[in-house]
């Protein structure tokens, strides 16, 4: 299979993402001297192999910093275990940070390269779905506290980004589906073409055809990386790519990050609250909302909050404390069908804690 190339257009900041099928020898390319890759303990054979192409290509130092999976590990403890890490290994400017693995590592890693000696450069090897399509791309990095996802960190561009499809191969299935609601997230804000492509070719994607699987990560990189371009720090159009995130941040905040409730599947019930949302305010026909709970319902995807032990006006109060929050007002992606999402600031409080109180009532 050929490696394609999507290229993320901010000047200077500019650089390429590879996706392709047992690409890890890209990295060759590279060539730094000095490697610093971090990863988890669930992909650590893949951190290996790549610390492996690296010292092959002659770097005089190449260590891995493997932490535990999960959200657990965006925390200021990791952080400072990996600024002491690369201090006490003679980081340098030149040196290069490899964040192999899913979005928490990618995210993770990117925070640390981007707080140490005021900014080393990094190179996303993302191995799940999710940060395949989403995470790894665009720069956003960060940490977690106890006030909700992502509230310290910046916006960080990788130097590149190698996609290398055959580490899905062992992505628990859950991890895959998951990811898939980032994915069909592209065709739900402006492209009702590639939605309409999903409904047809999810399985192939959730199976591992190859050719299903490439596409839909190439279309998601491209759809991304033209609104990266247009907007990199989310001033505006950027907040679209937040479609599902209001809710699901609340959802993943109240579920404690525990693995029970799972970033992807938080948006997938996010996103079926989103446009229940729209249909509420009279914005999207009702149709347009069945299909996308019947769409993430068919492949196995949460559709209701019904799992989840908080109220609604808890879940509220976690959503005014979200980044996109302005004066403590929630900010709303809303839908005026399938494939034409819009920005929303001014969402009548009563009718999402209509949304919220029903989904939590709901169940299978
Ligand atoms: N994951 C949303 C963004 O990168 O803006």
Redesign the pocket.
């Known amino acids: 299979m050929l490696t394609k190339t999507v290229k993320i257009d901010l000047g200077e900041r500019s650089y390429d993402i590879a996706i392709g099928s047992d690409i890890f020898a890209l990295i060759a390319d590279i060539a730094p001297k000095a490697a610093f890759i971090i990863t988890d303990d669930n992909v650590e054979p893949y951190a290996k192999a790549v610390q492996e192409i690296i010292l092959g290509a002659g770097a005089n130092f190449c260590e891995i910093l493997t932490f535990p999976h999960g959200e657990k590990t965006k925390s200021y403890e990791s952080l400072q275990k990996a600024h002491n890490w690369m201090l006490e290994n003679n980081v340098h400017r030149n040196s290069i940070v490899f964040a192999v693995g899913g979005g928490v590592i990618g995210d993770f890693a990117g925070f640390a390269a981007a707080t140490i000696l005021r900014g080393v450069p990094y190179v996303q090897v993302p191995t799940t779905l999710l940060s395949q399509v989403?995470?790894s791309?665009?720069g956003?990095t960060g940490i977690n506290t106890k006030y909700g996802k992502n509230l310290v960190g910046n916006f960080y561009q990788p130097k590149a980004v190698i996609t290398d499809i055959s580490s899905l191969k062992t992505l628990p299935k859950r991890e895959l589906l998951a990811g898939y609601a980032e994915v069909a997230k592209y065709g739900l804000i402006d492209d009702l073409a590639f939605f309409e492509w999903l409904e047809e070719n999810a399985a192939g994607v959730l199976n591992f055809d190859e050719t299903a699987i490439s596409y839909a990560i190439e279309l998601s990189c491209k759809a991304?990386a033209a609104i990266?371009e247009a907007d990199e720090r989310?001033g505006g159009k950027?907040a679209l790519?937040?479609l599902g995130?209001t809710f699901g941040h609340a959802l993943e905040a109240a579920a404690g990050y525990d693995g029970s409730l799972i970033h992807g599947e938080a948006v997938a019930i996010g996103t079926v609250m989103a446009f229940d949302l729209s249909v509420n305010m009279g914005l999207c026909p009702v149709k347009d909302a069945q299909r996308v709970r019947n769409h993430f319902k068919k492949l196995g995807l949460p559709v209701h909050a019904g799992s989840i032990n908080a109220s609604a006006d808890e879940l509220i109060a976690t959503m005014r404390r979200d980044k996109k929050a302005l004066d403590n007002k929630m900010i709303f992606i809303l839908a005026k069908s399938i494939g034409n999402c819009f920005i929303a600031g001014d969402v009548n409080e009563d009718i999402v804690r209509e949304i919220l109180e029903n989904s939590l009532m709901e169940s299978d």
Do not use: I, M, P
Request: hydrophobic letters at 25%.
């Open positions: 989403d995470s791309v665009g956003k991304k990266v989310e950027r790519l937040n995130h």
